[in-house]
């Protein structure tokens, strides 16, 4: 035993140095990486606009600390190893993304905030897999279902949710923590109980893509949301069938397909929420539009951006045009918000309440 105790006193040693992302107690954030032939190794975070150094230790160990403490929140950060981009090897918390680069660390707020995990009731996770025919393809969706669904008894509306054109499927719960964020406004009774339905946004694959591809892609996503995954959900979860029971909202890419689904689809919807969208041109709007169904089939049409945005003034055009047509709609601007996770998980916060 005495030969084996220095083995055992050192081994958790070695591999506490390693730990990445590690928080300090005045919080400030150390990060770590192995990468003996590199030259230099930097940490870029959305915390800051200024890289963390770091420095080369034994056995090809690099290490850098935050000059200053790190502000709540969930942070993307990616190494900088010469002159590669990529993710924290020792950290599991990985931005879902088609071409995965970033890394997420999350700092809780005190007391915690929505998006924070709490000691109140906690919905589920499901994963699924299914067959869409309008694609001959399998498929793959995220769904929320809240606090006590198996004893719900009457159908419980539906929100779908649509994520950016670089994330997937796992983007709302991973990235947005739509769950917490759920479980958090339930507690507090500030959201009605519903199903969330977060489907792989791409059902045309991006790889290649041209000019074309946004359309097509926009296309294909809403007769795969009207034909396959409605019903999927509808015959595999106890859902309202009926216009007024269902919802959809999107970010960027999927803040298009929002716009889609209100414009061709709004016989079917009652709720549309556009963040950050790819709003369709004035030329969409104008051949798509049926105002008058439109605005009687629609209770919500909530349109956000940010004036940061590298997409604000796409959404100021169509919300100028909308508005002169007729369209009804609810426009909000957020003032120095950017194009990022950190405004939509706020616009989440804030669109929730509004539903059914």
């Known amino acids: 035993m005495l030969r084996i105790l220095p083995f055992i006193l050192l081994f958790p040693m070695s591999i506490l140095a390693q730990v990445s992302p590690d928080i300090l107690p005045d ?8 990468a003996p032939q590199a030259e230099t190794v930097t940490v870029k975070g959305q915390w800051t606009k200024a890289p963390v150094t770091l420095t080369k230790k034994a056995k090809g160990l690099w290490e850098g600390t935050t000059p200053e403490a790190v502000p709540p929140g969930i942070h993307e950060y990616s190494f900088n190893v010469d002159k590669l981009r990529t993710i924290d090897f020792r950290n599991c918390m990985i931005k879902p993304q088609r071409w995965p680069k970033s890394s997420l660390l999350h700092i809780p ?23 869409a025919d309008t694609l001959k393809a399998w498929r793959k969706l995220v769904v929320y279902t809240p606090p006590h669904y198996s004893n719900s008894g009457k159908p419980l509306p539906v929100l ?16 947005g923590k739509t ?6 406004l339930l507690n507090k009774e500030q959201a009605k109980p519903m199903i969330i339905v977060m489907p792989d946004a791409h059902p045309v694959d991006p790889e290649g893509r041209d000019d074309s591809y946004s359309e097509r892609n926009t296309q294909a996503f809403a ?13 595999n ?16 890419m999927g803040g298009g397909h929002a716009f889609t689904v209100a414009f061709q689809h709004h016989d079917k919807f009652s709720y549309i929420g556009a963040f950050s969208a790819g709003a369709k041109d004035n030329a969409y709007i104008q051949q798509r539009a049926e105002v008058k169904s439109m605005n009687k089939d629609l209770q919500l049409f909530w349109i956000a951006c940010g004036d940061k945005d590298f997409l604000f003034e796409r959404n100021e055009t169509a919300h100028a045009l ?5 369209i009804e709609h609810e426009y909000v601007i957020t003032e120095g918000d950017n194009h990022s996770w950190p405004v939509w998980r706020r616009y989440l916060v804030e669109f929730l309440p509004l539903l059914f």
């Open 322 to 326: 909308m508005t002169k047509m007729g």
């Open 27 to 34: 919080g400030r954030v150390t990060f770590r990486i192995i």
């Open 237 to 252: 979860y106890n859902v309202s069938k009926k216009p007024s029971g269902r919802a959809f909202a999107g970010l960027s």
């Open 109 to 131: 707020e005190s007391p915690p905030t929505h998006w924070d995990i709490q000691a109140i009731p906690h919905g589920s996770i499901h994963h699924h897999d299914y067959y």
């Open 223 to 235: 007769r795969e949301l009207v034909a396959d995954i409605i019903p999927f959900m509808e015959s």
């Open 179 to 184: 769950h917490w964020i759920m479980n958090s």
């Open 160 to 175: 779908y949710l649509s994520h950016g054109f670089s994330d997937n499927q796992e983007a709302w719960t991973t990235s």
